[in-house]
């Protein structure tokens, strides 16, 4: 099968790679569509992730599948099902990214393995395998539905409320996310972004963008917000960025990074700040919150094409340009279509 491949820090191709084989508990799946998270991803590509990575390696993390066949002691997938975050497997000499950028993967039924009886630490990093509801959302704009789960789960976490104050430093997806979040908990959102963003990002929840680039704008934030904001939210993980906003927060406010950028060397200066405050610095549960977002894209509060460049969609004919796409910030999240008409496959086979 066909897989996007990190082969080495620096090159990314198209490869043909083993397929899955599937388990009893597992279901197969084709691979509908993938989007690129340009954090994430473009670290792996770069060779910079702070977490490390191997190489060569299948890349991507948010991918959509439909079940095509069902493993002997698979109970809740049938075919047909439209699964969140499928990824395939690891095979000699090929690593992960994650490995959802490919023809082919496996849903784990982490439930049916649970009420079983297996040991939790066979199935808990696949509990973000999970059915959406036929209908609700175009398979496209349910890659979505990852960013918008963990984003969620993180800002649930970190407590903001309705009347809150919120403001969001960084105007990439995962900001625009975490704004429209804490919007829908009723939180009165700023983003400060690039100008190219305000329209995702106030189409998405935000009350009030201001264009980073513009000094007087920035100035005129910080003097009438003085000790008024909840939260202050980094999205970028950029070292400094919390520093010029921190006479912002109010006292008894919180302060937290979302990005990675600078993971191992970030800083700011606190003393800028009130007279206490917190630092938030937990982790998110993405699969905690899939219902939380089922609910909210069936209300019409999400809505993909905030995110999405949906003109632009690659296949595996350009697929590795996605990345070089939103790298030169043309759009906020690319597409990659993962499945292949009989026409491409024709050509593949030349």
């Given amino acids: 099968m066909k897989a996007l491949v990190v082969e080495k820090p620096g090159v990314l191709q198209v490869q043909d790679v083993s397929e899955p084989s599937m388990g009893d508990y597992e279901a197969r799946c084709q691979m509908l569509y993938g989007a690129t998270c340009t954090g994430t991803d473009l670290a792996v590509i770069d060779g910079t992730f702070a977490w490390g990575n191997v190489y060569p390696s299948i890349i991507g993390h948010e991918s959509i599948g439909?079940?095509?066949?069902?493993?002997?002691?698979?109970?809740?997938?049938?075919?047909?099902?439209?699964?969140?975050?499928?990824?395939t497997r690891e095979t000699e000499?090929?690593?992960?990214?994650?490995?959802?950028?490919?023809?082919?993967?496996?849903?784990?039924?982490?439930?049916?393995?649970?009420l079983d009886g297996l040991d939790k630490s066979e199935w808990e990093y696949y509990r973000v395998n999970q059915v959406i509801p036929e209908g609700i959302i175009d398979p496209m704009d349910a890659t979505m539905i990852i960013t918008w789960r963990e984003n969620l789960s993180w800002v649930n976490r970190m407590g903001v409320k309705e009347g809150d104050r919120v403001l969001v430093i960084g105007s990439g997806a995962n900001g625009i996310s975490i704004g429209a979040m804490c919007a829908i908990k009723g939180?009165?959102?700023i983003m400060l972004g690039s100008a190219s963003r305000k329209g995702s990002a106030l189409?998405?929840?935000?009350?009030?963008?201001?264009?980073?680039?513009?000094?007087?704008?920035?100035?005129?934030l910080i003097e009438t917000h003085k000790g008024q904001?909840?939260?202050?939210?980094d999205a970028t993980g950029k070292k400094e960025a919390l520093t010029p906003y921190m006479t912002c927060l109010k006292t008894g406010g919180t302060v937290a990074v979302y990005g990675m950028d600078d993971y191992y060397s970030y800083s700011f200066n606190p003393i800028l700040g009130p007279v206490s405050f917190r630092f938030y610095n937990a982790v998110y549960d993405e699969a905690e919150t899939h219902q939380e977002v089922i609910e909210l894209i069936r209300s019409g509060r999400l809505d993909a094409s905030n995110w999405l460049d949906k003109n632009h969609i690659f296949?595996?004919?350009?697929?590795?340009?996605?990345?070089e796409y939103v790298r030169s910030k043309?759009?906020?999240?690319?597409v990659i279509r993962l499945y292949q008409t009989e026409e491409e496959k024709g050509q593949w086979r030349k």
């Avoid at 904001?229 to 939210?233: A, F, R, S």
């Fill in 66 to 87: 439909r079940v095509i066949e069902v493993g002997k002691k698979v109970r809740n997938f049938k075919v047909g099902d439209l699964v969140a975050r499928v990824y």
């Fill in 93 to 114: 000499g090929m690593g992960l990214s994650w490995g959802g950028m490919c023809e082919y993967g496996l849903a784990l039924d982490h439930q049916a393995m649970q």
């Fill in 187 to 189: 939180a009165h959102v």
């Fill in 203 to 220: 189409g998405a929840g935000m009350q009030e963008y201001i264009d980073y680039r513009s000094q007087k704008d920035v100035e005129t």
């Fill in 229 to 233: 904001t909840d939260y202050i939210i």
């Fill in 315 to 323: 296949t595996w004919e350009n697929a590795p340009e996605a990345y």
């Fill in 330 to 334: 043309k759009a906020i999240k690319s």
